[in-house]
């Protein structure tokens, strides 16, 4: 017996800290899509907190693997506070690769490694964060807590 996404052909991950404002926005949409979808027997949606790492890494070494992981996060990406948008692992620039501030693509090292050597597909889907938060604060800001919803509606059209 594996961890709880084992034999699942998609990997839904709700990457960041509720206790630093808008960067809670991944475990949110984890946490709403749980409660309000009916989940196919073959994803596996976790709220994975700020142990994205420790799962991605157990990913890329488990006998099997899923087809599919899709990160959900925030993101300082300089569009309008709780826009919704695709980031291409292959556009993050090599400099920030091992750069895991609040605010970047988690483990987009790890993510990379996922898709070109365990031929997994990796999907990113982040929001717009209202600021960055650098002390406890936890809660959404409205923009992105507006969001949650929309976000879980994309991933329930896209995955299940």
């Given at each position: ?17 509720t ?45 099997k ?11 300082d ?15 993050i ?21 996922l ?46």
């Amino acid at each position: 017996m594996g961890p709880e996404w084992y034999d699942k052909e998609v990997l839904i991950l709700g990457c960041g800290n509720t206790l630093l404002g808008d960067d809670g926005f991944g475990p949110a949409v984890a946490k709403h899509v749980q409660a309000n979808y009916a989940i196919p027997g073959n994803v596996c949606v976790l709220d994975a907190g700020t142990s994205v790492r420790e799962i991605l890494f157990d990913t890329i070494l488990a006998e099997k693997k899923p087809s599919k992981v899709v990160i959900v996060d925030a993101i300082d990406g300089e569009q309008e506070p709780g826009s919704i948008f695709a980031v291409d692992i292959e556009s993050i620039p090599e400099v920030k690769l091992d750069d895991f501030s609040m605010h970047q693509i988690p483990t987009s090292n790890l993510l990379r490694e996922l898709q070109e050597l365990c031929g997994v597909k990796v999907d990113v889907v982040v929001c717009q964060t209202g600021g960055t938060c650098e002390s406890v604060n936890p809660g959404l800001s409205k923009p992105v807590a507006e969001a949650v919803e929309k976000a879980a509606e994309m991933l329930a059209k896209e995955y299940f």
